[in-house]
């Protein structure tokens, strides 16, 4: 199979993987608007953050640790078998805080992230559940990342999609019919990773798995050079989640609990988005650290180059989706009908769903840069994006231009990060030249 053969054959199989997780993302939010109106919609946006932060975390230790796992294999080195057990361990003892928060403070958790008195008492269930499950969500991360590096994305696929399903349907089952509520919602969530790795699991019993799990000490070295190259991918989870919590506090601030549920619809929406672009970068992640492992500059050049038109012709398909059917989608999760947060939100999917434009190639370049052992770079361009850039655009912005001003930060600050990525990228080609 040829390379371009190959990039469309993982790319879409890892698309379809992701937007099957954020597919249950938005089950959860539509669930919830039904049960528990606007609140349940800003309980949920307050902790799509901490949701980032697992996310990120078991992004970085997997995505790392298996795109090492793939550069040593392509080199015909025999290390590359201590990366898979050294990951697992780490995310289980990374777990732990996560854990400890959930049984003993998950009230204090949802004041930090600016909840009152009614979404606390609202919320404490959803969040204690969720927390308890975290080692499942960083663990199915890693067993997913290693799956697909080990050539077998359509088992990855397959497992996500059929973790999702899992996830909507026992959504409405756990909240409607058992009358379990929210706490329906999370367990219904924290219960889906599990099916994933059980089903990913079957790719270690196959003739063609050549991961192995190695009895060894937990090494701090290993995890150190896993994260390095893993960072660009905690840096790309967790801007979704810096994001969220800047934009909440500045929305709270302009106009209260109404203006942080429409950019729960917002957010919700954009998760979707950012799991198609991200399908795209850990599509091609495997094969372009394939081709850097053996030396194909050429290669691994044409697939980011791949990457990038795949991004682009995305953006412009989802931006014509988003613009030509904004109220219809707002509507899904406005179950009150309440016509202030259908206004704020219509605003808000316009403008910021053009920073999709630039994010796409932000996101793509992020893991072209990772998966070719540049992580310096790569941390650069994810940290700019998901940190400095869109906090500083959305302080500047709001001050300026109110409400509109939160709306367009995400497409400034994607447009300086664009600006700074191919700077690096052209950089990167003069000195190899």
């Not at 937007?19 to 309980?43: M, R, W």
């Not at 798995?209 to 150190?224: D, H, K, M, T, Y």
């Not at 394939?290 to 030396?295: D, V």
Request: net charge positive; glycine share 10%.
């Amino acid at each position: 199979m040829n390379l371009t053969k190959q990039f469309f054959k993982y790319v879409s199989q890892n698309i379809f993987g992701l937007l099957g997780t954020s597919c249950y993302i938005l089950a959860d939010t539509y669930f919830i608007s039904q049960a528990a109106g606007t609140d349940g919609v800003t309980l949920l946006n307050l902790c799509l953050p901490v949701y980032n932060f697992i996310f990120a975390v078991g992004s970085m230790v997997g995505l790392g640790a298996a795109t090492r796992y793939a550069i040593l294999k392509a080199q015909g080195d025999e290390r590359c078998q201590r990366y898979f057990s050294n990951a697992i361990f780490c995310a289980c003892v990374l777990s732990v805080p996560f854990l400890l928060v959930g049984i003993f403070a998950p009230g204090g958790l949802l004041r930090l992230m600016g909840g009152d008195a009614g979404i606390m008492a609202l919320g404490i269930p959803y969040a204690r559940i969720f927390l308890m499950f975290t080692p499942f969500f960083m663990c199915n991360y890693i067993v997913s990342a290693f799956v697909r590096n080990d050539g077998d994305p359509s088992l990855a696929m397959v497992a996500t999609l059929s973790s999702s399903l899992f996830n909507v349907v026992f959504d409405y089952i756990f909240m409607f019919p058992m009358g379990l509520g929210l706490a329906g919602a999370a367990l219904a969530t924290a219960v889906s990773p599990i099916i994933s790795i059980s089903i990913c699991s079957r790719h270690f019993f196959k003739k063609e798995n050549s991961v192995q799990f190695v009895r060894q000490r937990p090494s701090a070295r290993l995890l150190g050079q896993s994260c390095q190259l893993g960072i660009s991918g905690f840096v790309g989870e967790m801007s979704s989640g810096v994001t969220t919590t800047v934009f909440n506090f500045l929305l709270l601030g302009l106009a209260g609990n109404v203006a942080v549920a429409a950019y729960g619809v917002v957010a919700n929406f954009a998760l979707v988005a950012t799991a198609i672009f991200n399908g795209v970068a850990q599509g091609a992640q495997p094969l372009v650290s394939e081709c850097y492992g053996k030396s194909d500059k050429a290669g691994a050049r044409k697939l980011l180059i791949l990457g990038s038109c795949t991004a682009l012709v995305l953006a412009a398909v989802l931006y014509g989706i988003i613009f030509g059917a904004t109220d219809a989608l707002v509507g899904i999760f406005n179950s009150e009908s309440s016509a202030q947060m259908a206004q704020f939100a219509h605003m808000g999917m316009r403008l910021y769903f053009v920073g999709y434009f630039f994010a796409g190639f932000n996101i793509v370049a992020a893991g072209y840069l990772s998966a070719t052992n540049r992580p310096v770079e790569a941390s650069v361009t994810s940290i700019c994006r998901g940190m400095v850039a869109i906090v500083a655009c959305s302080l500047v912005l709001s001050r300026l231009f109110g409400m509109n001003g939160v709306w367009a930060a995400f497409p400034a600050s994607e447009l300086l990060t664009a600006v700074l990525t191919l700077f690096l990228l052209l950089r990167g080609k003069k000195q190899t030249a």
